[in-house]
């Protein structure tokens, strides 16, 4: 017998960011070893990490016949939409991962035509939640809460030592200037503080020359876009510097590896216990910098800290997600 096909429809492959590897985690999982999975993409381009196996071209999609179109972020929600007029057996779900900050009118209007061909809407935190609803208040009764069911990163070989670690990419919206205006700071009250930057994008110039500008060079280190878990592992402590997130799957990592956290008040930040994320107003270097030093002083204060992540992260076991999703698309398809 058969089993039933889900399509996961992503904006792009290109590079990893958090629905990314979601998607990554839900196609390569035991849970859902009852379902057979693809990915499509919106974007052309050679994904960068996804298994060639599990890519299926969008002019295939129709033919396929999933049974279940589940779209993330807007472009893949518009997507599972559309093909949702071509099947119309096929049921769709949604994903949001994000507050809305970046939502223009036009945009927004997007966001109403995907939605009304919705069965299911997730969401990955209550601030996502919050505010899709207060976009489309019709979509409280069709929306799913699934918070983030993050991995623990494996502990490597050889741990990369650094005082803080920031994980994301060079983007905009997660802020790293924000971090190495802190650093700078840090490194006055702290002269041979490290940081270790992990991740990649359009921001990576313009920052490398900003830590120059700061005087900060010697103290922080861009890796690139590399496997996080030796440089996470080294850390003393991670930070997080978004102006907006869902919910960050950076942060669950870090939580997982008992590392103390110093985060801006985005996405599911404040869903987490403040013995082990230290919130901080977003944009505020200052705020950063004074956390981060009160916990690279105080080695008392550094242990309660991430006895408290580790005691978090127990809250977003990698399976959870997983268990979440298979459920769902075992209810839709009855």
């Known amino acids: 017998m058969s089993r039933p096909r889900i399509l996961h429809l992503l904006p792009h492959g290109r590079a990893l960011g958090g629905a990314e590897r979601d998607v990554l985690d839900l196609v ?10 693809r990915v499509g993409f919106v974007q052309p381009g050679a994904p960068s990490a996804f298994p060639p196996a599990v890519v ?9 016949r999933p049974a279940v179109l589940q779209g993330w972020l807007l472009q893949g929600n518009l997507l599972a939409a559309a093909l949702g007029l071509a099947l119309p ?36 935190s209550l601030a996502v939640r919050a505010a899709a609803i207060e976009r ?83 103290g922080v280190t861009f890796h690139g876009d590399t496997d996080p878990a030796p440089h996470v592992h080294g ?14 799957r950076a942060l669950v990592e870090g939580l997982h590896a008992g590392l103390p956290v110093v985060a801006t008040r985005v996405g599911g930040v404040d869903e987490l216990p403040p013995d082990a994320v230290r919130s901080v107003p977003v944009g505020d270097a200052e705020a950063v910098a004074r956390e981060t030093l009160a916990l690279l002083a105080d080695p008392a204060a550094r242990e309660r800290a991430a006895s408290a992540a580790a005691a978090a992260a127990t809250r977003h076991p990698a399976g959870s997600a997983r268990t979440a999703h298979r459920d769902l698309y075992t209810e839709l398809l009855g």
Do not use: Y
Not at 56 to 64: C, N, Q, T
Not at 91 to 116: C, F, I, Q, S, Y
Not at 167 to 179: I, S
Not at 235 to 248: K, N, V, Y
């Open 235 to 248: 850390a003393t402590l991670l930070l997080l510097t978004s102006r907006a997130e869902g919910f960050s």
């Open 136 to 218: 489309i208040p019709a979509r409280a009764t069709r929306m799913l809460l699934i918070p983030p069911g993050v991995p623990a990163l494996p502990k490597p070989l050889r741990p990369v030592p650094c005082d803080a670690v920031i994980v994301g990419r060079l983007h905009p919206v997660k802020d790293h200037e924000t971090a190495l205006r802190a650093w700078a700071r840090v490194r006055g009250a702290r002269p041979g503080a490290t940081l270790s930057v992990v991740g990649d994008g359009p921001e990576r110039e313009r920052l490398e020359a900003l830590a120059g500008t700061l005087g900060i060079a010697p």
């Open 89 to 124: 057996a096929a049921r769709v779900v949604t994903a949001e991962r994000n507050v809305g900050h970046a939502l223009d009118r036009p945009k927004r209007a997007l966001e109403r035509l995907a939605a009304a061909r919705e069965d299911v809407v997730t969401v990955n």
């Open 56 to 64: 299926l071209p969008l002019r295939a999609a129709v033919g396929w």
């Open 28 to 37: 390569a999982c035991d849970e859902l070893a009852g379902f057979e999975q």
